[in-house]
T-cell receptor, first 120, second 115 residues
Framework: DVKVTQSSRYLVKRTGEKVFLECVQD?????MFWYRQDPGLGLRLIYF???????EKGDIPEGYSVSREKKERFSLILESASTNQTSMYLC???????????????????FGDGTRLSIL | AQSVAQPEDQVNVAEGNPLTVKCTYS??????LFWYVQYPNRGLQFLLK??????LVKGSYGFEAEFNKSQTSFHLKKPSALVSDSALYFC?????????????FGRGTSLIVHP
């Protein structure tokens, strides 16, 4: 079974701190994702990476950056934490997507258990 | 642009009764459709997917979903609900070509099964 591990289940930080959230997957997946989940808003994509050192902005990248130096690890960085970044953060991975009817195109995503981050 | 709507924030059903969680989508071309479940304090778990073929798709834990192209819907169903099915359910859509190749999620529907 694919395992996606997020380094912390709960994290409390202070406004202005630089915060690192780590995610590791063990199935050699090319794609990795960072989402935040807020009540009533569902999942919103922050950043997406389809290969080492490659990244694409999602729907809400402001205030965040990411790092993917190794295939199995995808880090989310809050450059200067603010209270409106208090949320549940979910990491996911999947095989690389491709266009058309390639079998890889419809592989589901595998999620970690999330990090509940509170910014005080 | 692709989008997903889950019109109900919450669905309540009695244990043993059939359940339906609704999902409608908008995407260019034939969609890839997914259902995920999230239990409290956990990440999302894959339940089932529709790619092509039979409109009725069977998945984990006795769940199934019916793809209806004319109504652009992909409703999640189960013939007999269990209290342990109480969770948050997410529908997702992805276009196989063109548009965004990253899945788009609905806002989620909270399913509450009463004993």
């Amino acid at each position: 079974d694919v395992k996606v591990t997020q380094s912390s289940r709960y994290l409390v930080k202070r406004t202005g701190e630089k915060v690192f959230l780590e995610c590791v997957q063990d199935m050699d997946h090319e794609n990795m994702f960072w989402y935040r989940q807020d009540p009533g808003l569902g999942l919103r994509l922050i950043y997406f990476s389809y290969d080492v050192k490659m990244k694409e902005k999602g729907d809400i990248p402001e205030g965040y950056s990411v790092s993917r130096e190794k295939k199995e690890r995808f880090s989310l960085i809050l450059e200067s934490a603010s209270t409106n970044q208090t949320s549940m953060y979910l990491c996911a991975s999947s095989l690389r997507y491709s266009t058309g009817q390639s079998k890889r195109g419809y592989q589901p995503q595998h999620f970690g258990d999330g990090t509940r981050l509170s910014i005080l | 642009a692709q989008s997903v709507a889950q019109p109900e924030d919450q669905v309540n059903v009695a244990e043993g009764n059939p359940l339906t969680v609704k999902c409608t989508y908008s995407v260019s071309g034939n969609p890839y459709l997914f259902w995920y479940v999230q239990y409290p304090n956990r990440g999302l778990q894959f339940l089932l997917k529709y790619i092509t073929g039979d409109n009725l798709v069977k998945g984990s834990y006795g769940f199934e979903a019916e793809f209806n192209k004319s109504q652009t819907s992909f409703h999640l169903k189960k013939p007999s609900a269990l209290v342990s099915d109480s969770a948050l359910y997410f529908c997702a859509v992805r276009a196989p070509s063109g548009g965004s190749y990253i899945p788009t999620f609905g806002r989620g529907t909270s399913l509450i099964v009463h004993p």
